[in-house]
Nanobody
Framework: QVRVEESGGGSVQPGGSLKLSCAVSGVDFNDYTTGWFRQASGKEREGIACIMSNSGTIYSSDSGEGRFTISGDKARKIVYLEMKNLKSEDTAIYFC????????????????????WGQGTQVTVSS
């Protein structure tokens, strides 16, 4: 059974950095897609970026404004989201999600495309 678990959230001041981790388990082969999403209070969950494990192909949105970078450690099955120059508006719960196989560039931000979700990790940006 595929599972994902996020870690690395916390509280930082504006301008600070955080690196989130998503550990993927229950997959026996490197053919899955992992995505990072976030949901701020009172807002809908939005896609940040995703990465396909077999090709390394990345799709991303403008939500991070070039400040967020997704990367993956294929051997350890961990996907990272590095966030720099954080702003108060980045405060949200950050979720990791995974699906077996690849994903289309026209559908990667659709929540239903992903099979499993983590519990989320809180990121708070405040002075």
């Amino acid at each position: 059974q595929v599972r994902v678990e996020e870690s690395g959230g916390g509280s930082v001041q504006p301008g600070g950095s955080l690196k989130l981790s998503c550990a993927v388990s229950g997959v026996d082969f490197n053919d899955y897609t992992t995505g990072w999403f976030r949901q701020a209070s009172g807002k809908e969950r939005e896609g940040i970026a995703c990465i396909m494990s077999n090709s390394g192909t990345i799709y991303s949105s403008d939500s991070g404004e070039g400040r967020f970078t997704i990367s993956g450690d294929k051997a350890r099955k961990i996907v990272y989201l590095e966030m720099k120059n954080l702003k108060s508006e980045d405060t949200a719960i950050y979720f990791c999600a995974a699906k077996i196989g690849d994903i289309y560039d026209t559908r990667w931000w659709i929540l239903d495309e992903f099979d499993v979700w983590g519990q989320g990790t809180q990121v708070t940006v405040s002075s």
